[in-house]
């Protein structure tokens, strides 16, 4: 369905997809809390622009991510865990998602105590072997 991105000089395909998923689901968290502010009647500016500034460091933290691990490639050990870019986008998607449930169960509460939450939410499963 999908044709593999050429990657771009050191960046492997699945970072880049990384990436373009870490931008949709936090452009998708966005639209949603506007749709939520609208419903509940609850739009403030300043919660867009608190928003968009939230946004916008996640933005920075993911270019920072591509720099480390760039940067790592070519000069050298700079101290930190490389790969950075899939795990710091993989963190930004989980944390997305958890902010889109809380804000469609806050704007359809009816909706959060339903199965199609229960998909959404982990179970941590613990073998009690005692």
């Known amino acids: 369905m999908f044709e593999p991105l050429q990657p771009l000089p050191g960046l492997a395909a699945a970072e880049e997809w990384a990436i373009i998923f870490a931008f949709i689901f936090m452009l998708f968290d966005f639209i949603t809390?506007?749709?939520g502010a609208l419903v509940r009647h609850a739009f403030e500016s300043s919660k867009v622009r608190e928003?968009?500034?939230?946004?916008a460091m996640i933005v920075m933290t993911i270019i920072l991510a591509i720099a480390v691990q760039l940067a790592s490639g070519v000069v050298g050990n700079l101290g930190f865990d490389v790969p950075l870019i899939t795990p710091v986008c993989v963190i930004i998607i989980v944390m997305e998602i958890g902010s889109i449930l809380e804000t469609v169960g806050q704007t359809?509460?009816?909706l959060s105590?339903?199965?199609i939450f229960k998909l959404f939410k982990k179970e941590d499963h613990v073998n009690d072997h005692s």
């Open 33 to 35: 809390g506007i749709i």
């Open 113 to 115: 105590d339903s199965g």
């Open 108 to 110: 359809y509460p009816d």
């Open 51 to 55: 928003g968009l500034g939230h946004k």
